[in-house]
């Protein structure tokens, strides 16, 4: 029989978090699902394996507060899913600088606090992280360069991980292309939503990202998936 883990995933109130966690109760996983948004998921949740834990990721002392509570709800945890974080599209000489602010404090800091929180868990449990980067984290982007910086940031925490704690914890780095959720919602450049929404919503479900998590943490313990690249099919577009 498969070990069923304690996994950790933020910003799970929505888009791939929120897939991603039901696919996982779903195997039989214990999930603890963090968000600034939580409440709102009282009545999708209710299951003794899903533990929903009010966490801003930008704000060290409720990340601390959060896996201690998920810690405490659902025991060891094996497994953390750095998933919270934005897009704010922007041409730089547009940019605003609290836009580029909140991208740095949520995609960078925001994983930063987990794993240094979450970082001696993972270790006694012998665990896993994963984090959620980009296709952006490999390419730069017009309109998108304050973005995919923060998601190469990301790419190179993961790399430090592996080189550091290979012998300690797994670390995997999904990078999706574009994704069907309200993700360029927050971009304030009404010229750029506009012609960016389209892409999306034809880019991938939030199940094909959630289903590659899966097989990332349902991989043999005697491998480890470094990353896994996912973009959408325009073939037929």
């Not at 240094?116 to 992280?129: E, M, N, T």
Request: aromatic share 6%; glycine share 6%; with cysteine.
């Amino acid at each position: 029989m498969k070990e069923m883990k304690h996994i950790v995933i933020t910003g799970a109130s929505s888009g791939i978090g929120k897939t991603t966690a039901k696919l996982l109760l779903d195997a039989g996983h214990r999930v603890s699902l963090l968000s600034r948004s939580i409440e709102r998921l009282s009545d999708e949740f209710d299951s003794p394996n899903a533990s929903l834990v009010q966490c801003d990721v930008k704000d060290y002392d409720s990340v601390h507060k959060a896996i201690d509570q998920a810690f405490e709800a659902q025991g060891t945890i094996d497994v953390l899913i750095n998933n919270a974080g934005l897009g704010v599209f922007d041409k730089l000489a547009d940019g605003k600088i609290e836009e580029w602010h909140n991208m740095v404090d949520t995609n960078v800091k925001g994983v930063l606090n987990c794993l240094h929180v979450a970082l001696p868990h993972l270790r006694a449990s012998k665990g896993h992280i994963i984090n959620i980067a980009s296709v952006a984290a490999h390419h730069v982007f017009p309109n998108s360069g304050v973005y995919c910086s923060t998601k190469w940031a990301v790419a190179a925490i993961s790399e430090s991980i592996r080189l550091e704690l290979a012998n300690e914890v797994r670390v995997t780095t999904i990078s999706p292309g574009a994704v069907n959720t309200a993700f360029i919602d927050q971009t304030s450049n009404e010229d750029l939503l506009k012609d960016y929404k389209g892409y999306f919503a034809e880019g991938l479900s939030p199940s094909i990202i959630a289903e590659n998590i899966l097989h990332a943490i349902n991989t043999s313990e005697t491998a480890v998936i470094s990353e896994i690249i996912v973009r959408p099919n325009r073939q037929n577009k």
